[in-house]
């Protein structure tokens, strides 16, 4: 079974564009796994302080209006963009580092939903001569 994860930011041009993209897939009965905000918050270096770059909440708020799982959200880090850059990314520092622990939790959250919507049964075709 197949399933589709939707990627938005909580500004409201990315989150019309997950509403399109919720809408296009239920159309061709390709089931939403759910929706992941992204660049949910910058968090300024050496603190703890959250800053809302894109705004707060929409991406939750979304997947609420469209009856869709929340799978998380994610912060704006430098270090993922100096790991893609290098070709070393924030994952590979493990699950217990505080900059990869919440995309080894959003795998896990996917892995979930994709065990429960393989779980569900749908019709079947045989074509025969």
């Not at 300024?44 to 800053?51: A, L």
């Not at 894109?54 to 708020?61: E, Q, V, Y």
């Not at 994952?91 to 505080?98: F, I, N, P, R, S």
């Amino acid at each position: 079974m197949t399933g589709a994860v939707v990627v938005t930011t909580p500004s409201d041009v990315s989150l019309e564009d997950a509403r399109k993209a919720i809408n296009m897939f239920e159309q061709v009965r390709v089931p939403v796994l759910g929706l992941v905000e992204n660049m949910s918050y910058l968090l300024i270096p050496g603190t703890n302080e959250k800053v809302d770059v894109f705004g707060s909440g929409g991406g939750l708020k979304t997947a609420e209006q469209m009856n869709v799982p929340f799978l998380g959200e994610l912060a704006l880090l430098p270090d993922v963009r100096i790991g893609g850059d290098t070709g070393r990314p924030i994952t590979v520092y493990g699950e217990k580092d505080e900059r990869a622990a919440p995309f080894y939790a959003l795998a896990r959250r996917i892995t979930q939903r994709i065990d429960e919507v393989s779980a569900v049964k749908g019709p079947t075709m045989t074509i025969a001569d």
